[in-house]
Nanobody, 123 residues
């Protein structure tokens, strides 16, 4: 079993930056694909970014491309989401997810989920 805990959310103004962290426990995630998803109030869960187990193959949604960067530190069993130039439409609960096999952009690809951290961007 893998437990995922997100941190780093908060209330910021448009144009600000935040860095989210997702730390795993229970076993190493060095061989897992990892991803960030988000869910805004009244909306469906949305893919944000994904990273391969080796740290390559990063892919982000068009809505965040050029502003958000996903990285990982396997030695710390942690993945990060650096979010720059935040916009009010980025307001959501951000959750990380882990997949034991090659995973894509759909939530169904992932085996483990964190509880999420709230990001609120004011205009």
């Amino acid at each position: 079993q893998v437990q995922l805990v997100e941190s780093g959310g908060g209330l910021v103004q448009a144009g600000d930056s935040l860095r989210l962290s997702c730390t795993a426990s229970g076993r190493t995630i060095s061989d897992f694909y990892m991803a960030w998803f988000r869910r805004a109030p009244g909306k469906e869960r949305e893919f944000v970014s994904r990273i391969r187990s080796d740290g390559g193959g990063t892919y982000s949604a068009d809505s965040v491309k050029g502003r958000f960067t996903m990285t990982r530190d396997n030695a710390k069993n942690t993945v990060y989401l650096q979010m720059n130039d935040l916009k009010p439409e980025d307001t959501a609960v951000y959750s990380c997810a882990a997949a034991q096999r090659r995973a894509g952009l759909t939530a169904a690809s992932y085996d483990y989920w964190g509880q999420g951290t709230q990001v609120t961007v004011s205009s």
